[in-house]
């Protein structure tokens, strides 16, 4: 069963975490400047909340997690994709698609 | 979905919860000093790098606090404590649990008890394939109104078998009566003939050797028998090899050929094959044996009916016989409950209302707790529980309640099943075993929870619509408590009214009852004895010596005052019919019986007329009776009959004397007109043995023993079947009475103990709630008195308005039990009365009690209380 988010900063949150971590295993505070240089707005708030997002992704079995050591050798957890999370952020993909262009038919550009 | 791991992550949540949360810390604290790092290397200062980076993230605890709800334990963990914290709340409020929880026990316990005998007796009475098929069979000649109804002759059934057309299976059930079996032990059993075919009209095959054949039924043939399931076990340990061994069944050789499935008429011991009776009886119709039959598949009774009377008409005049005879079915289904009806009603009437009383009773309880509980609610809402959360904790400790009073019920039912069944006010279908029901407990169960869950949540419903600042500010227990005042006394009022119609109907019980046995039978049943005795030798030389004999010997006896015998107890023996013939009057039915000497003085029936018999008339050489004085009123109106010869049968006997009457089956039966023939040795074979009657003098106790030794001092072998006083049978006349009586009465008490419970704690709970507002009217001077009068009559109201309500539901319902009322109207005021004034004082003491403790509060400790 497919989840979709209904409340949107959840879901912008969520699909922007899943395309980060498509190109590889990363940990919390890695993804939080990668998110950053993504966009601005999403971690404005609060960076902190993004950890209650990575437990829930990882919770719905999007992500799965371990403890490792980063390359400068610190303790950290590191997040990746489940193939769950992998088909999550295809149908994420794919929905947005959509919406962009039925947004671009209706503008008219 | 979550997976199984996700689940078994959670659980590691809860279990390790240190080390889960630990992690989450962890991490977070990594992320900050990352953050920290970084800004450092941006050429922030450590201390300013560090503030920017907290201040970046936003708050540690929150984030630590969310992150665990959803790692962690979250519903799991919160459910756990919700648990933890009912079963604290459930030991704390010991005396609330323990009132809930029998409370409810009682109400699931006896409903479900009850009901599954009724489903036993009412519902599944017949626990064979297609029962609606079952139909038993007269055959009518037209004409003669209800006189013209009788049983087919064996012929009919046989006939009617071959044809196939209506019945699938047909059999004559002759029925069960007591005859001596002996197995190398021998004892007086119940005996059922039946013939061929009537295990396969019921859909029974027995469980080991063969059922009978047509062949078996003819008297030329040697008897075969079978033998029920419990007999074969008693008498034979269920030995299999039993099949071909010789029992006697009254004094007549018989080989063992089959043994019955256990439950199948579980009280016959023997079974034989019917009719086995002198040529020209097959073709007899009307001989009182019932016929029943098994209609083919999806055949109607009353289809069935028209079709067979046509059948039967034309063979009939094909045999030269009157035209126009036809059949009559009746429901085999409806001729097993009949009877039951109004009882069984009744009965779970009553219990369905215990079963309201209790749930009313709970939701009472909760509801006033939950009022006391406003405040705790509002507080812990306050400090951040959530509404669901709250609720939660409700349910939890409803859901609590209801499954400890769940569990306690099914226990009760289990316990109070055969009790139940034992002391059950009907009698209940030969092959009805009443055990545990499954739907009626669940459903039982399913009332009793969603009545703790719906009054459970009430509180924590309404708290969602209370602003906390006036609840808390207000510092009153009062507040949202109109609510819960006025709701609780309407459930005092649905209490009290239900608590009426109870006690009504236990009520009237009772004085009918009381009126049945204080009727005059005509003798008095405590001054002698019977010993039901015969020998083993069935034939009827035997038994005309050995009667007289036997009186003769007992008669002797010292502790004896007078000693007689008769064919038949005064209550429930079978009886013989005549019909005395009046010039230009209908035929008057009597009611004959054979007595020895002695049987008048040692039952007690005065003598009004003539003489009673003595020895020496046992060899007047004519008939001789006595009769009663209601015979006497009809046959000879206005003129003394004793001298007269009684106009019945081939020989008119000579009237001797006329003895009272005396109401023949107990009190509800109507006096009888009775002859009593002198016995002289000349009555045909009868099976049904003499029955010796005694007065003793002094204690009967002491003389049973002598009883028995005179029984078998006289001669031949026999067998004592009973000794028992005329007080034991006549109290066993109304053994169904009594039960009725017993049974109701006892529901009538629970509904008025749980009642006046509920109105108990209900009040109770009012005052802890109000004793503020006590204190602050004691300060300004209200008297206890005062207090007292208050808090009473805030229930006398709804006590009030449930007594009139219950009047009329107790004036409405108990015609239900008209039918089983003896000399009592169902409205009866005595009744009526006693219920109002029982319940009405046990409410208002139940009232009173709690209020009473409230006037002696101290004002001062009130005051500071909240």
């Known amino acids: ?109 | 979905m979550p997976g199984i791991r996700h689940w078994l992550a959670r659980l590691r949540a809860v279990v390790r919860r240190d080390v889960v949360a630990g992690e989450i810390r962890e991490e977070l604290q990594i992320h900050l000093d990352m953050r920290a790092e970084d800004l450092e290397r941006q050429g922030l200062p450590r201390v300013e790098a560090r503030r920017q980076a907290a201040r970046r993230f936003g708050s540690v605890a929150l984030h630590q606090d969310r992150g665990y709800d959803i790692r962690g334990g979250g519903v799991m963990e919160t459910i756990i404590q919700d648990l933890r914290y009912s079963v604290r709340l459930f030991w704390t409020h010991r005396g609330f649990s323990f009132v809930a929880v029998a409370t409810l026990a009682l109400g699931v316990g006896l409903c479900t008890a009850l009901f599954s005998v009724i489903h036993a007796a009412i519902l599944r009475p017949l626990p064979y394939p297609d029962p609606q098929q079952l139909v038993r069979v007269n055959v009518v000649v037209p004409g003669r109104g209800e006189a013209g109804e009788f049983a087919p002759s064996l012929d009919d059934v046989r006939t009617w078998r071959a044809d196939q057309r209506v019945f699938r299976q047909i059999a004559v059930d002759r029925g069960a009566s007591d005859v001596i079996v002996d197995t190398g032990y021998p004892e007086r059993v119940p005996v059922q003939q039946v013939s061929e075919g009537f295990l396969e009209v019921l859909g029974v095959a027995p469980s080991l050797g063969r059922s009978f054949s047509a062949e078996d039924t003819r008297r030329e043939i040697p008897l075969v028998a079978l033998l029920g399931h419990g007999y074969s076990q008693t008498r034979f340990g269920g030995d299999r090899g039993v099949l071909g061994r010789q029992i006697r069944i009254a004094g007549e050789s018989a080989t063992i050929v089959g043994i019955l499935p256990a439950g199948f008429y579980p009280r016959v011991a023997v079974w034989q094959p019917f009719p086995r009776r002198p040529a020209g009886f097959e073709s007899m119709r009307g001989t009182g044996a019932p016929v029943i039959g098994r209609l083919q598949p999806g055949l109607s009774r009353a289809r069935a009916e028209s079709s067979l009377s046509q059948i039967v008409d034309v063979l009939d005049t094909a045999h030269g016989k009157p035209a126009g005879t036809s059949v009559r079915m009746y429901s085999h289904y409806d001729e097993t409950v009949e009877g039951s009806g109004p009882i069984v009603w009744t009965l779970a009437g009553a219990v369905a209302a215990i079963l309201l009383i209790a749930c009313v009773n709970v939701a009472g309880l909760l509801l006033a707790r939950g009022a006391t509980r406003q405040r705790e609610l509002a507080i812990r809402a306050s400090i951040g529980a959530g509404r669901v959360r709250l609720i939660r904790q409700l349910l939890s400790e409803s859901v609590m309640l209801a499954a400890a009073g769940g569990l306690a019920g099914i226990v009760l039912a289990w316990v109070s099943l055969d009790a139940l069944v034992a002391i059950l006010p009907l009698a209940l279908p030969e092959n009805a075993t009443p055990s545990l029901n499954v739907e009626v407990l669940a459903f039982s169960v399913i009332v009793a929870v969603f009545t703790s869950l719906l009054f459970g949540l009430v509180p924590a419903l309404r708290l969602s619509r209370v602003n906390l600042n006036t609840t808390l500010a207000a510092s009153d227990r009062r507040s949202g408590a109109p609510l819960s005042r006025r709701s609780g006394q309407w459930l005092i009022a649905i209490e009290v009214a239900l608590g009426v119609v109870l006690l009504a109907g236990a009520g009237l019980m009772i004085r009918s009852f009381a009126r049945l046995v204080s009727v005059d039978l005509g003798y008095n049943p405590d001054a002698f004895l019977t010993m039901e005795v015969s020998p083993l030798d069935p034939s009827p030389a035997v038994a005309a010596q050995y009667y007289p004999a036997l009186v003769e010997a007992v008669r002797r006896l010292p502790e004896v005052e007078a000693a007689g015998a008769a064919d038949q107890l005064p209550i429930g023996g079978s009886r013989r019919a005549g019909f005395v013939t009046v010039p230009e009057q209908q035929p008057i039915r009597v009611d004959e019986r054979q007595v020895l000497p002695g049987f008048f003085e040692a039952i007690g029936l005065p003598l009004k007329a003539g003489r009673l018999p003595t020895e020496a008339d046992r060899t007047a050489g004519r008939p001789l009776v006595v009769i009663n004085e209601l015979t006497a009123r009809r046959i000879f109106p206005g003129v003394s009959p004793v001298g007269r010869l009684l106009p019945l049968g081939k020989e008119p006997p000579e009237i001797i004397g006329v003895v009272g009457d005396f109401l023949q089956d107990g009190a509800r039966s109507p006096v009888r007109a009775n002859v009593y023939f002198v016995y002289q040795g000349y009555a045909e074979l009868r099976r049904q043995p003499f029955v010796v009657f005694v007065r003793p003098r002094g204690a009967p106790s002491a003389l049973v023993a002598r009883l028995r030794d005179a029984a078998h001092s006289v001669g031949p072998r026999v067998l004592i079947d009973r000794i028992r006083s005329g007080d034991d049978f006549v109290s066993e006349s109304v053994t169904v009475p009594r039960r009725r009586m017993v049974l109701l009465g006892l529901l009538g008490g629970i509904g008025l103990v749980l009642t006046v419970v509920g109105i108990f704690s209900m009040t109770a709970y009012a005052v802890v709630r109000r004793t503020r507002e006590i204190g602050v009217r004691m300060a300004f001077g209200a008297t206890s008195g005062h207090v007292v009068r208050t808090m009473v009559r805030d229930t006398a109201w709804p006590v009030s308005l449930g007594l009139a309500a219950g009047i009329g539901g107790a004036y409405l319902t108990t015609r239900v039990i008209a039918t089983l009322l003896f000399e009592t109207t169902p409205h009866d005021a005595g009744a009526f009365a006693a219920a109002l004034a029982t319940l009405g004082v046990s409410a208002i003491v139940a009232a009173w009690l709690p209020a009473r403790r409230a006037a002696r509060v101290d004002p001062v400790v009130a005051l500071r209380s909240d």
């Open chain 1, 1 to 109: 069963m497919r989840k979709t988010n209904s409340d949107q900063l959840h879901g912008t949150l969520d699909m922007l975490v899943l395309k980060v971590l498509g190109d590889g295993p990363l940990h919390g505070y890695a993804i939080a400047v990668r998110l950053e240089k993504l966009s601005k707005e999403v971690l404005q708030v609060e960076e902190g909340s993004l950890y209650p997002a990575l437990y829930r992704m990882e919770a719905r079995g999007w992500l799965s997690s371990d403890w490792s050591v980063t390359d400068t050798g610190r303790r950290a957890r590191f997040y990746r994709l489940t193939r769950g999370g992998r088909v999550q952020l295809a149908a994420e993909q794919e929905s947005w698609a959509r919406l962009t262009l039925a947004v671009r038919a209706v503008m008219g550009s």
